[in-house]
């Protein structure tokens, strides 16, 4: 059945992997969210580890007609998709001189740990956002390859580095609320539209670098519309309109953002989290997160640990689940 990592969590077989993945879900409100469809199971004549499922690409359509005349027909549109699930993580190599000097909780051991944990969780969204097989074929499509050349894909340019006025962030949120409204509301069960009182509530967000959430904010400051809760990790969560404005921070050495800005000039992404909309897909049966630490009590100056997430790939099941917003210009 499909989980959280917070349901993860319970059936961790030991502390460091519980440590692990509450770090995944303190760290990152998309892992948090993310929901994981846990049924691939390789076969036992050859392995496989692909997920295939139907991705809904168009609706179709309902009109009046005169009478002794028949309706004109029209299909919705969907196509099967199969993605081939990969293992994401890392490993580190700590001398057994250096694995247990200073205190437990700062040590080699624990230092490169952490690190690998930041590199790990920054790596999974990185393939997850712009993830291509095209190039790597060690990964899996992500969401800008997804929704390239869909219609929830704004490339018109736009600038929010210069708004100063209530009425020119008016017109960006209009722009915003435009592009926002092409796509669906996921709600318990399926993507059904019309059914307010049934959306998921807290799981759809836009997605951008530090520069494009900062430019957001400043925007529903000036049109009065900022919205700040509290989530169960006592974190900010600000969002607009329902959707949480989620940072996705920089990459893990720290060269550039996740969602890079090349001239001043970005994009975001939005999403609604869900089975019938956008989740990941893992291995049934098999722990989502796994770790290893350095064993010294063995021969060998010199030993590995390891991280390890999935295997695991990013689902797209409708295209009105989420969208980009390209080409826009952000403050310095």
Not at 88 to 112: H, K, P, S, Y
Not at 183 to 200: A, L
Not at 214 to 223: D, E, F, G, H, P
Not at 237 to 262: C, E, H, Q
């Amino acid at each position: 059945m499909p989980i959280t990592l917070a349901q993860a969590a319970v059936n961790t077989a030991n502390d460091v992997d519980f440590a692990v993945i509450d770090d995944f879900r303190r760290n990152s409100w998309l892992f948090d969210n993310l929901t994981w469809d846990d049924v691939v199971t390789p076969g036992t004549t050859g392995a496989s580890l692909t997920y295939s499922y139907v991705r809904k690409t168009s609706g179709t359509t309902a009109a009046p007609r005169a009478i002794n005349t028949e309706y004109t027909p029209a299909q919705a549109a969907r196509l099967k998709y199969s993605v081939d699930l990969k293992p994401l993580g890392g490993a580190f190599n700590v001398d057994r001189v250096l694995a247990n000097i200073g205190q437990a909780q700062t040590n080699e051991t624990m230092f490169q740990m952490m690190e690998l944990l930041v590199a790990t969780r920054e790596r999974v969204i990185r393939e997850l956002v712009y993830g291509d097989t095209a190039t790597n074929v060690d990964t899996f499509d992500g969401l800008s390859k997804a929704l390239t050349g869909t219609s929830t894909e704004l490339t018109t340019s736009t600038n929010w580095s210069t708004v100063a006025t209530q009425v020119a962030a008016n017109q960006e949120l209009d722009k915003l609320d435009n592009w926002l409204s092409k796509m669906v509301s996921s709600k318990v069960g399926s993507m059904t539209p019309g059914q307010p009182g049934e959306v998921i509530p807290g799981r759809k967000a836009i997605l951008g670098n530090t520069r494009a959430i900062q430019n957001l904010k400043n925007l529903a400051r000036w049109a009065a519309l900022p919205t700040v809760t509290k989530d169960n990790f006592d974190r900010d969560i600000d969002s607009y309109k329902g959707f949480v404005l989620v940072d996705l921070g920089d990459r893990a050495d720290g060269t550039n953002p996740i969602i890079p800005v090349t001239s001043n000039v970005t994009e975001i992404f939005a999403v609604h989290l869900g089975m019938d909309a956008v989740h990941m897909a893992s291995v049934g049966g098999a722990p989502l997160v796994r770790s290893w630490l350095p064993d010294f009590t063995t021969a060998g100056a010199v030993k590995t640990g390891e991280v390890e997430l999935g295997p695991a790939a990013f689902v797209l099941k409708s295209t009105k689940a989420a969208g980009v917003y390209r080409n826009i210009t952000v403050a310095a």
